[in-house]
């Protein structure tokens, strides 16, 4: 199994940025996508940002394209998503994912990324963002 949690959450103004980060353990090697979604309150939840464990693909929601970052640092089995230019309609549960699937990136690249694509999650950190 793998864990996942997320920290660097918070309170933003209108322009600001965060970094999210996404500390994994467990059984990380067999792991091939890591990705965020987030879900605002009485929303479904969107995909976000995805990065293929090799660092060599990424893929970002048309909303965030631009202003978001996705990374990794393997040596820290730790995930980052850096924001700037946060808009209110940013604010969100943030959650960090992981897929077992060899040709995750393959499928997230060609369909609108499914929460059931990712086999393992974290608990979420918020993200408010004030107008």
């Known amino acids: 199994r793998v864990q996942l949690v997320e920290s660097g959450g918070g309170s933003v103004q209108a322009g600001g940025s965060l970094k999210l980060s996404c500390q994994a353990s467990?059984?990380?090697?067999?792991?091939?996508?890591l990705g965020w979604f987030r879900q605002a309150p009485g929303k479904e939840r969107e995909p976000v940002a995805f990065i293929h464990t090799d660092a060599r693909s990424t893929h970002y929601g048309d909303s965030v394209m631009g202003r978001f970052s996705i990374s990794q640092d393997k040596a820290k089995d730790t995930l980052y998503l850096q924001m700037i230019s946060l808009k209110p309609e940013d604010a969100a549960m943030y959650y960090c994912?992981?897929?077992?699937?060899?040709?995750?990136?393959?499928?997230?690249?060609?369909?609108?990324?499914?929460?059931?694509?990712?086999?393992?999650w974290g608990r979420g950190t918020q993200v408010t963002v004030s107008s």
């Open positions: 994912a992981a897929s077992s699937a060899f040709n995750c990136m393959t499928v997230i690249r060609t369909h609108v990324p499914r929460s059931s694509l990712f086999d393992y």
């Open positions: 467990g059984n990380v090697a067999g792991i091939y996508c």
